[in-house]
């Protein structure tokens, strides 16, 4: 696992990025997606939460391909509950196990329930570092972001 500071839109194309998400889907089917990476990633990608929201309903609270070089990796039950480290963990094992089946050569990961989910990275890290192997970049916010 390698760690960087910087803007994880900067390894779109490049990269698989991963991207923090909970099992939350609205009335309407749509995965609430509303902070973090999560959020950039609607914004970048109008659609994305039907997509995710399908998933959900469908396969439940896992790390799914979304289409466009993301996936998701989910950090909590839901949008109104705290990360849980131990879905950060399967996560993490998940997201492993998809990127050895697709020969992906490149991930990049937040820190996940680092930022709004206000866990501490010295809790999260070596859950990561278990399953995480130098294909997969963990990066951190830049300072003020």
Known sequence: ??????????HLGKAVIAITT???????GKAVM???VARQ??????????????LLQNSGNHVHPLGNGIVSFPVEE???????????????????????L????????PRPGCGGGGLEWREVR?????HFDARFLVMSAPPGV
Not at 41 to 54: D, N
């Open 34 to 36: 509303g902070r973090g």
């Open 1 to 10: 696992m390698i760690e960087a500071c910087g803007d994880i839109w900067e």
């Open 78 to 100: 839901s949008a109104w509950a705290c990360p849980e480290l131990r879905i950060i963990s399967r996560s993490a094992q998940e997201l492993r196990e998809l990127a050895d």
């Open 41 to 54: 990633a609607v914004q970048r990608f109008p659609g994305l939460s039907e997509v995710l929201g399908l």
């Open 102 to 109: 697709e020969g992906w050569e490149m991930v990049v990961v």
């Open 126 to 130: 070596p859950l990561l570092e278990k």
């Open 22 to 28: 909970s099992g939350s889907v609205t009335h309407l």
